[in-house]
Nanobody, 121 residues
Framework: QVQLVESGGGLVQAGGSLRLSCAASGRTINNYPMGWFRQAPGKEREFVAAISWSGHIIYYADSVKGRFTISRDNANNTIALQMNSLKPEDTAVYYC??????????????WGQGTHVTVSS
């Protein structure tokens, strides 16, 4: 089992930035691809970004490409999501996860509780 705890959410104006962090415990994340999903009010949960265990392979949803950056620090068992040029449509609960990456498809297996991000216009 991997326990994941997100932090860094909050309220920000459109155009601003936030950095989300995710701390893992229970197992080292070294062998796990990691990622972020989000769920906006009234919408289904959607993929945001994923990163391979080595950090060499990264995927982004088209909606965040060029604005968000996912990174990982295996030595400290953490991952991060730097979010720049935020838009009101980025408002959502953001979930950190650990999972599998097979043939460019990322499947989460473990989830954090989520952190709220609100972007005001």
């Amino acid at each position: 089992q991997v326990q994941l705890v997100e932090s860094g959410g909050g309220l920000v104006q459109a155009g601003g930035s936030l950095r989300l962090s995710c701390a893992a415990s229970g197992r080292t994340i070294n062998n796990y691809p990691m990622g972020w999903f989000r769920q906006a009010p009234g919408k289904e949960r959607e993929f945001v970004a994923a990163i391979s265990w080595s950090g060499h392979i990264i995927y982004y949803a088209d909606s965040v490409k060029g604005r968000f950056t996912i990174s990982r620090d295996n030595a400290n068992n953490t991952i991060a999501l730097q979010m720049n040029s935020l838009k009101p449509e980025d408002t959502a609960v953001y979930y950190c996860n650990a999972g599998r990456l097979v043939l460019a498809a990322y499947t989460p297996d473990f989830w954090g509780q989520g952190t709220h991000v609100t972007v005001s216009s």
